[in-house]
């Protein structure tokens, strides 16, 4: 298990809001979904070189702003087309106000 990495403060990421972070060279999109839990991807759609981080957040999915491919952010799976591939999610843990992030995916999905 790797360690965690400082990604931002919790109040930088507005609820139902997403924040584009490079965390060690990685492009990370953290979010603070509408269930009020932080949650963390690889910062690219796996249908296009796309940010995520410039999508829409609904629930507990992150909306690919170009071809409107979502992804869970529990587990990565893409929950409609165009996309057919997960992206890496990785584990989040808040503490102290600061928005932590292991850069080992959860989910077990590379790029």
């Known amino acids: 298990m790797s360690e965690f990495l400082r990604a931002c403060a919790a109040d930088e990421v507005a609820k139902g809001a997403a ?44 909306e690919c ?3 409107g491919s979502r992804f869970d952010l529990r587990t990565g799976e893409p929950t409609g087309l165009p996309a057919t591939e ?18 080992t995916p959860s989910n077990g999905v590379t790029r």
Not at 27 to 39: L, R, T
Not at 86 to 103: K, L, T
């Open 19 to 62: 924040l584009a972070v490079d965390l060690a060279g990685t492009p990370v999109v953290v979010v603070h979904a509408e269930d009020d839990g932080f949650y963390a991807a690889y910062d690219e759609c796996s249908h296009a070189a796309v940010a995520l981080s410039e999508g829409e957040v609904d629930g507990c999915t992150l």
């Open 65 to 67: 702003w170009l071809h």
């Open 86 to 103: 997960p992206v890496p999610v990785f584990p989040v843990e808040v503490r102290d106000g600061d928005v932590y992030v292991s850069m």
